[in-house]
């Protein structure tokens, strides 16, 4: 009986073992998927973002039957636009937006546009007759030409018998038979420019022989006085505007005429000797204006006052001028450069040599005849140099080319296009077209086209889109 028991209770602690393994192998299990279907869900995302993505389609010459297959095909919207151009056949596409090959997502809008052929082939053209422009502003004029689809353009008249901003003529005239989409031109009335005439120069002249010249030439004169010294009582020390330029007939100058003021007088006293310094301090503490002049001199004499105008014990009045010469280290040798522009290298650098210059030599890109040869030096010829100063030499040498293949800048904005091929090293040319199919600054066409290898520092000519209106 107690062998019967401890069978029986063995076989539960077997049973018991063996289904705690079974369920951590089972869970152990479930881990180990749960950790591997996360893998399997993101490759299938990837999968469907691929599937949701498609390169747009060349367009280009295609008919509109075309792009409409191709566009279901690659599961894309088509947004069509028409406009008149010689570059393509009647009925084909020239332009699309976004260009070929870009990858957008599908169900993606693709902007073309279909030519309608050289302007006045087609058979949408409406015609009318033209109206009557004259005496209308810019404003009026407009507003009717883009109820009839026409294009302005305007030009500016001078006149003195019709209000500034009104039509005084227009092509073409009125009455005559015209067709929708025709460019026509008005000239609109200016006010003529006033008239300018030269400013004479009167500083200097007595107050009313002042007044008699301005007035003749045809001014208005308002004169101030200014306090003065007393040789320039009654006479013009400034005016304005200056001589030398023009002013608007009829316009204003304003002269300035010195007056008469009691001024107190001072006794000049006697710098002689002094430094420069001391000598300005002591007559500028009795009023008097300073003018130096230097003077070459022996080294002991170096800054001090050999001279003084006018002489001590002058009286003169406050704000007068009293002249000092100051003596000035001696000058070094100096010498005249030549010119040299145009002789051959070698030969202008032997010149300059022998007269005691030392010569750097600069290289530039030049035409084939200037290579070898100055093309230009500093400093220039004539000017005065110490002994042993450098001289440079501009020197031509042949030009070395680069080819560069010009970029595709067609349906980028006006910025975006110009930073492109100037980050080539071409230079850009800007022409302004009206369109009515094309955004406003976006490029219509370049000049030469894409693809085409120029020369770096090559003008690209691109058109650029104004919109309907041209504004």
Known sequence: MYKKGLAVGAFIIIVFVFFMGFISYNNRLQENLGVLTPNADHEEERKEDVLKTVKVPDLLGATIEEVRLLLEEYELIGVIGEEYTDRSEKGLVFHQSPNKNLLVEKGSKVYFTLSLGPFGSSEKEKTFIMPNFIGMTEEEVRNVAEELGLFVEISYRESTTTSSGTVLSQDPSKGVDIKEGTAITIVLSQEPEPQRVNVPSVVGQQRNAAVEILKNAGFMVTVREVDSTTQNVGKVLTQNPSAQGTATKGSTVTISVGKKVETPMVTVPSVLGQTRANAVEALEKLGLVVRIQEQESTDENIGKVLGQNPSANTSMEKGATVTLTVGKKAEVERVLVPSVVGQDRGKAEETLRDLGFIVVV??????????????????????????????????????????????????????????????????VKIERRTSAFVDVGIVMEQKPSAGTSLAKGAEITLVISRGVDGN
């Open 362 to 427: 600069q290289e530039e890109e030049s035409t084939e005849n200037q290579v070898g040869k100055v093309l230009r030096q500093q400093p220039g010829p004539e000017e005065s140099l110490v002994y042993g100063s450098t001289v440079t030499l501009h020197v031509g040498i042949q030009v070395q080319s680069e080819m560069i293949t010009v970029m595709d800048v067609m349906g980028l904005s006006e910025e975006e296009a110009v930073a492109k091929l100037e980050s080539q090293g071409f230079v």
